[in-house]
């Protein structure tokens, strides 16, 4: 809707505009997404203070994790060489749209998870991302890809649980009817088959056994 959202809420399309951007940090609209966010004076530029503001809850994540995070300054020098900003200690959002590798920028100080990612990854397949960009799918496309997997082994774990309970239903069922029809195959007591008797009953007299 064109409702303004609560205060502390998002509104639907700004949550889906957040998970493209977050999903896909490859692409022109989330750079300038989560340049903004991180731009926290608004003066166009990314300053080291406000790179060591985000980096310091990475940190503490990292440490609650009992992971020992990589010192700011090693950090640091790491993301100037990948971005290679025209002025020295200043990241422009052009300078981000330049380097082509965003994604890993972002993800370093805002996304833990994807950072440690990429941390295990070959570092040489970063090297590669741009000779196989065009052929390759998009962060999104993978992200899209996992998701739909995921709901499909969901609905075929649901449907196998709800047939197995209906066969057991339906074995239930069957074994009451076998019941059903076993008792009544089964002869009465008196009607039982019983070995031939030694005594002949007709000879017993039963007056003298009662006197």
Known sequence: GRKAPK???????????????????KT?????????????????????????YFYEEQCQKMESM?????????????????????????ITLHD????KQANLFFDTFINLDKYLDHEQKDPFSVLRVG????????????????????LVAEEAATEQWNDGYDAELNTLETDVVNDK????????????????????????????DFE
Not at 7 to 25: C, N, P, Q, R, T
Not at 131 to 150: F, T
Request: charged share 35%; hydrophobic share 35%; glycine share 4%.
């Open 66 to 90: 009992a992971i020992e995070p990589l010192p700011f300054e090693d950090c640091l020098c790491q993301m100037l060489d990948l971005v290679k900003p025209q002025c020295d200690g200043k």
């Open 96 to 99: 981000l749209k330049k380097c």
């Open 131 to 150: 000779e196989n960009e065009g052929q390759e799918l998009s962060d999104w496309e993978k992200y899209a890809a996992e998701e739909y997997a995921i």
């Open 7 to 25: 205060e502390g809420k998002i509104s639907y399309a700004d949550f889906v505009w957040f998970l493209l951007s977050e999903e896909d940090k």
């Open 181 to 208: 029809t076993y008792v009544m195959d089964k002869r009465s007591y008196m009607d039982m088959a019983s070995e031939e008797s030694q005594v002949d009953i007709e000879e017993y007299d039963y007056e003298d």
């Open 28 to 52: 022109q609209t989330s750079i300038e997404y989560w340049f903004r966010c991180m731009d926290l004076d608004g003066d166009g530029v990314l300053s080291m203070y406000e790179l060591e």
